[in-house]
C-alpha cells in the first residue's frame, strides 16, 4: 500500500498557524468568529476586522504554502470594504478543498481585555464550523486577557492566534 519503500504516507498531514492583530477604536462593531459582540469598541479595519477569522484564513492558506489573507482579500480592493469575514473564510475554503484538502480541527486564542468572550465561544464554534466543514467539537477557540498589560491589556487592540490540521486521502 505504500508507495516510495514505505515513505510515502496514506494521509498528506499539513499544519498552519495564523496571526492576526487590529487596533479597536470607540463606536465600531466587534466581530470575533463570526459573531457581533455587545462593545463600545471595535476594529479597525477594510472588512469586518475579525481578528480570528482573519488569523484562522493565513493559517488554512499557510498549510498549504498559498500565501496569506492579504494576497487574496487586499485592503485595497473596495470588493472586500466592510465585507463579512464568514465569506473570506469561505473563500479560503474554497481554495483549500480545490487542492484536494479537508479540515481536520482548528484551533483558536483570542486575547482581548473586554468584554468576556466566554459566554460566546459555543455561538463562535456554530458559526465557523459548518464553513470549515467539521463537526463544533474539532473546533476549538479559547480567550484570555493580558492581565492588563501590553496594548491588548489597555483595550487598544485585540489579537488572535490559529493552527488548523487539514489532510488529503490518498
Known amino acids: ?15 498552519g498557524n495564523g496571526y492576526d492583530v487590529h487596533v479597536l477604536a470607540e463606536g465600531l462593531p466587534l466581530n470575533i468568529c463570526g459573531v457581533r459582540l455587545e462593545s463600545p469598541s471595535g476594529c479597525v479595519a477594510h472588512s ?3 481578528v480570528a477569522i482573519h488569523a484562522l484564513c493565513d493559517a488554512l492558506l499557510g498549510s498549504l504554502a498559498l500565501g496569506d489573507i492579504g494576497h487574496y482579500f487586499p485592503d485595497t480592493d473596495d470588493r472586500w470594504k466592510g465585507a463579512d469575514s464568514k465569506i473570506l ?4 475554503m474554497e481554495l ?3 487542492k484536494g484538502y479537508r479540515t481536520g480541527n482548528v484551533d483558536i486564542t483570542i486575547a482581548l481585555q473586554a468584554p468576556k468572550l466566554a459566554p460566546h465561544l459555543n455561538e463562535m464554534k456554530k458559526a465557523l464550523a459548518p464553513i470549515l466543514g467539521v463537526p463544533e467539537t474539532s473546533v476549538s477557540i ?3 486577557t493580558s492581565e492588563g498589560l501590553g496594548f491588548v491589556g489597555r483595550g487598544e ?6 493552527t488548523v490540521l487539514i489532510y488529503k486521502t490518498r
Request: avoid cysteine; glycine fraction near 14%; charge should be negative.
Open 1 to 15: 500500500m505504500e508507495k516510495n519503500g514505505g515513505t510515502e504516507p496514506h494521509f498528506d498531514i499539513r499544519i
Open 48 to 50: 469586518d476586522g475579525d
Open 89 to 92: 473564510l469561505g473563500k479560503t
Open 96 to 98: 483549500i478543498r480545490e
Open 142 to 144: 479559547k480567550a484570555t
Open 157 to 162: 487592540g485585540v489579537q488572535a492566534w490559529a
